[in-house]
């Protein structure tokens, strides 16, 4: 109970990504978040993943973790009843179905702010809930397109790529669960009620795009792929090691490039009119770098690892899965942690983050089984008895 959102409550509707997502972020940090699925198949991320273990969804064990489970089906007069219900023993209401959706199931935001004038109700969807396209189906995939990441992700040579994360979803997801706790903040300070929340993956997107709309509109330049670097910051870079691996590299500050030159045994780069000033040195990307790989080719990845961060140059390994489970950094930090999941046994997934000095998080538990806690909610929240819940299990509203 000393997390620091304990006594919270949420409750989730939706499914895939973006919505629970924000969910994820609110239970990690000890909120009460109860999942709304729908009975018999429940969320799609049950499904999901590269891989499985026992049939079983690796991914949802991560999206649903410190959450309770229950089964509603919200298109039936009776489960829109108990939603009804569950909206005010709650603080945050987070979905991410078409706009729309709520409001055709009785459950539009006027009608749950009658309900529960304190609610705050996180509305995650493609496009947002105004505007000529807020009624398209909206998935993170085309978001990304339109908040402007795809175009600049990639290589100049080839079509636009795609980051290997659903990234759009978690940017709305997060951004979700910041708007909700500054909604709270409002409320709580006695300076108003509850209130929406209007998120869309698009423009969760476009918040991270740095200056790329001045740029064009003051300018008229267009940012485009650029592949491993960027554009004026060098160096900055991938760079080859004499072990087959790749070196990342930043040592783009006029101080760090000197530290450099000086452990490559090229002091004389610092003071090259090419290579001595920042905008020098942008000009001069391609040079520069073939000096730089020439040498880095020359030499172990470990070595060059070691012997960069020794003299104060930002530089790394290009980490998989494989590097993370075994870096004593990683550990030390508890930036993985093994949870022994149903069905699955132990694994190993992200720990909470951030951290807190005085209210600790952790994973409470990891995505429950479809329905896992529908008498906790539905009988000892809500009131109702066994007879009550049987009844509705067998007419498929629960």
Known sequence: MN??????RVLEMGGFLAGPFCGQLLGDLGADVIKIEPPGRGDPMRQWGHRKVAGRSLWWPIIARN????TLDLRKPEGQELARR???????????????????????PETLLELNPKLIIVRVSGYGQT??????????SVAEAMGGLRHITGYPDRPPSRIGISIGDALAGTLGALGALAALWHRDQGRGGGQIVDVSIYEA???????LI????????????TGSVLPGVAPSNIYPTADGQWLVMGANADSVFLRLCQLMGRPELAEDPRFATHEARGQNMELLD???AEWTATLPINWLVEALNEAGVPAGKIYTARE???DPHFAAREAIVWVEAPGIGKMPMQGVFPKFSATPTQVRWPGPELGEHNREVFCELLGLSEIELAELTRKGVV
Request: overall charge positive; charged content about 20%.
């Open 3 to 8: 997390n620091p959102l304990a006594s919270l």
């Open 67 to 70: 959450k309770k489970s229950i």
């Open 86 to 108: 569950l909206v005010g023993k709650v603080d945050i209401l987070v979905e991410n179905f078409r706009p729309g959706t709520l409001e055709k199931w009785g459950l539009g």
């Open 131 to 140: 505007g000529p396209y807020s009624n398209r189906a909206g998935f993170g």
């Open 205 to 211: 997107v476009l918040t991270y795009m740095e200056s």
């Open 214 to 225: 001045p740029e064009y509109a003051l300018t008229g330049y267009i940012r485009e792929r």
């Open 290 to 292: 073939g000096i730089i």
């Open 324 to 326: 993370m489970l075994t």
